[in-house]
């Protein structure tokens, strides 16, 4: 019963991500199948310190990851695809990417450094991102999106959303 509700509650939610990330029907189903597995054998490790959609979500990103390490898949590709969704405050948990990106912000010029790390490492909101930079929200959006770009583009990805 409790599989049911979870399964039922967040599958459009976690195949949506996958997709995002294999573009690949037949992957997404065999993934998202996975995870929900995966899930529930690990049920009783769930803390509740994020939604479970979240952590749904991380266990398809690591399922997602163990897939293209099974095809020798590029990992720029896969860095690159997963900076494109809008998860991108979840895989800052993941260490490796972490460690990558954390290198190309070492780099990345202001004010587009300090934007991302507030926004994603420190999880303020644009308004709040804003008011410390004495900026206007829609400067600290659009900031962060660029801010996004350019890291995409280090890793070797295209412009693109």
Known sequence: MLFEKLYEDNYKIVYGYL???????TITEDLTSQTFLKAFSKISEFKGESKISTWLCQIAKNEYLQYLRRQKTEPIDEYTDILLTDQIEDIVQDKSISIVIHKILHDLEEPYKEVFILKV???LSYKDIACILDKTETWARVTYYRARIKIIERLGGKNEK
């Open 19 to 25: 997709f995002s990330l294999s573009k690949n029907e």
């Open 121 to 123: 490492f420190a999880e």
